[in-house]
């Protein structure tokens, strides 16, 4: 028998859409569906609600305030708030390293693994995925070939703080690297 504890709390419509668009993107349908029934598991949680009822034309409306993928929108290393390493063909994450993590340096270093993450872009534009509501963000990829995933991982065990030392072991196995870059 397992107990999870319930906590009750009001969320705006624009805040539930939010939720949902993490887990089904822009799909008007599934939306529809999803607000009909009444739940949705997000970010390890469930979510119920009372079933809402709107017209496509409205849902159409509310859906129109959040941003849209734009794949023509150049990468920018500045905006970046998070790069999630990826394994293989299921794309799972193996390791995210935060930028105000990955940005702490080790004492007597001049760089921090944020600082390899960004030179490793340098030389290899990532191409545009989609947007992601989930993250906030849109997506970038970084496909890695063998010598760039073990450069990356001895550089983040050897500029890497904490949980970015931690993790730097995925980096071995991991297939790509997605950017995340806030709008």
Known sequence: MSIRPVMRMGLRPEQLLELILGVTG???E???Q???GGSVAAGGFRYWWEAVELAESELEAQLA???DA???RAFDAGRCTL?????GTGGSALAEFGAEAASRRRAFRRRSFWDALVAAVKEETPS???YSYARRGDLYALELMEGRREMLAEEARQFGVGDVRTQAAALG???RLVYVCGR
């Open 26 to 28: 822009k799909n008007v």
């Open 30 to 32: 599934r939306v529809e």
């Open 34 to 36: 999803i607000l009909r």
């Open 65 to 67: 305030a959040f941003p």
């Open 70 to 72: 734009e794949p023509g």
């Open 83 to 87: 790069v999630v390493a990826e394994g």
């Open 128 to 130: 545009y995925r989609s």
């Open 173 to 175: 196995s991991a297939a």
